[in-house]
């Protein structure tokens, strides 16, 4: 088994464990869990001293992690969230709670963020000082595994390559307990440790991190190149 079948094993097993004991609605083999209980995770989350520090965030835009994005921009927090796919040649948009024109529990939403949040390149963002991710399963030195599209990476990738985050930027992982496995996982030199992983239940502080130094673009196929624009516009400049 190669690595790609071995990740999507584990998901599988996990998408199945969730759907079995009901800590998931149904129909969430394919995405990063939208597990019950994400709000005491962010709830939990927001009492670290990591989070009450940080001024800026960069968030995925998956549905699990809604309640962390509507948390930070409701105490002033600014917030990045990447472009669904990072599809856009701008891939993220800038949610600035200073300059809303809805409530930040609204324009927490992707689809809502989608109609009034401005889309920035990295050449406009500040430093980032946390980092929070959806998995679909983590084990306890920090090694995850997203849904399989590998957007996160990249993303991070795109913000380590441009000085936008460095040693004191913390990543973070909000999931269901259930989520948090014992098994080894496999890593490649694209993927991200998280530093911290965030259930209802508890917090698990994780090993060294593991960080890409930027984009390995020989790890890149050319279908996901063409795809993400960003990515194309910077191969055009190597």
Request: proline fraction near 8%.
């Amino acid at each position: 088994m190669d690595t790609d079948q071995a990740k999507q094993a584990v998901r599988e097993r996990v998408w199945a464990l969730l759907e079995r004991e009901r800590a998931v609605p149904p129909g969430v083999h394919g995405r990063i869990p939208a597990f019950y209980g994400a709000e005491a995770a962010a709830d939990r989350l927001a009492e670290l001293p990591v989070w009450q520090s940080a001024r800026v965030v960069k968030a995925v835009p998956d549905k699990a992690q809604l309640p962390v994005r509507a948390r930070a921009l409701t105490e002033g927090k600014l917030v990045y969230m990447a472009v669904p796919k990072l599809a856009e040649a701008l891939p993220f948009y800038l949610l600035d709670p200073a300059t809303l024109a809805v409530p930040p529990s609204e324009a927490a939403s992707s689809k809502v963020a989608a109609s009034v949040a401005r889309k920035i390149g990295v050449d406009e963002m500040r430093p980032v000082d946390l980092i929070v991710c959806g998995s679909v399963a983590v084990n306890r030195r920090g090694v995850r595994l997203g849904k399989g599209a590998g957007y996160s990476d990249i993303e991070v990738a795109l913000l380590q390559e441009a000085g936008l985050i460095g040693p004191s930027t913390t990543i973070v992982t909000t999931v269901h307990s259930l989520q948090v496995i014992d098994d080894e996982l496999p890593e490649t030199k694209h993927d991200f440790s998280v530093d911290l992983i965030v259930t209802p239940d508890e917090v698990i502080e994780c090993g060294p991190p593991r960080r890409p130094s930027g984009l390995y673009w020989d790890s890149l196929s050319r279908e996901k190149i063409e795809a993400i624009p960003v990515l194309t516009t910077m191969e055009s400049r190597l």
